[in-house]
């Protein structure tokens, strides 16, 4: 298997203009996370789904950020309108059964907004 | 709520000496702890995990950590470094029975010098 696979692995934009990241999960793996990294706030969880179905977005900063699961096989995460604060690492990662049995992670998207 | 601290946000070390990574967690209910490890420009990977039984938990890359649940640690150790080692090291704590959300400490940065 490929791994969790994401794109781009960098993604440089201006502030207002609309991002959108993608991850392809683990193919059989029933729950999906997509996580920020940044310096000041670390590893934050943003949104995960099981079997395709948001189970928990608290963690999403605010109503510019959106994710989507339209299959088993692919997730968006995007930011409309982006803004400078919204630079960071995002991460996707999948699993077969939860937290509990460890998170397989993608290499991560870069995101720079000027 | 849970809650994970690292001690030490950077530990540097001498190739072939011993290292302990130190994490505790808070937790009003069971927990199940993990040790993840990111490379440069990479995503996490697990290194190994507690989920019940011994509480010496050996993982991957000769690394090993140990459940004290007085002490509600579980720090992580090598008898011996490689300067491959060199990476960040991440501790996280899940509930019994969660099935969605890891909490990730901020981060021990590793840095092995020849």
């Known amino acids: 298997d490929a791994g969790v696979i994401q794109s781009p692995r960098h993604e440089v934009t201006e502030m207002g203009q609309e991002v959108t990241l993608r991850c392809k999960p683990i193919?059989?793996?029933?729950?999906l996370f997509w996580y920020r990294q940044t310096m000041m706030r670390g590893l934050e969880l943003l949104i995960y789904?099981?079997?395709?179905?948001?189970?928990?977005d608290s963690g999403m900063p605010e109503d510019r950020f959106s994710a989507k699961m339209p299959n088993a096989s692919f997730s968006t995460l995007k930011i409309q309108p982006s803004e400078p604060r919204d630079s960071a690492v995002y991460f996707c990662?999948?699993?077969?059964?939860?937290?509990?049995?460890?998170?397989?992670f993608g290499s991560g998207t870069r995101l720079t907004v000027v | 709520a849970q809650s994970v601290t690292q001690l030490d946000s950077q530990v540097p070390v001498f190739e072939e000496a011993p290292v302990e990574l130190r994490c505790n967690y808070s937790s009003s209910v069971s927990v199940y702890l993990f040790w993840y490890v990111q490379y440069p420009n990479q995503g996490l990977q697990l290194l190994l995990k507690y989920l019940s039984g011994s509480t010496l938990v050996k993982g991957i890359n000769g690394f090993e950590a140990e459940f004290n649940k007085s002490q509600t640690s579980f720090h992580l150790r090598k008898p011996s470094v490689h300067i491959s080692d060199t990476a960040e090291y991440f501790c996280?704590?899940?509930?019994?029975?969660?099935?969605?959300?890891?909490?990730f400490g901020k981060g021990t940065k590793l840095s092995v010098k020849p």
């Open positions: 990662a999948s699993s077969t059964g939860g937290a509990n049995y460890g998170y397989t």
């Open positions: 193919s059989g793996h029933d729950y």
């Open positions: 789904f099981n079997n395709n179905v948001p189970i928990d």
């Open positions: 996280a704590v899940s509930e019994v029975g969660s099935q969605g959300n890891l909490i």
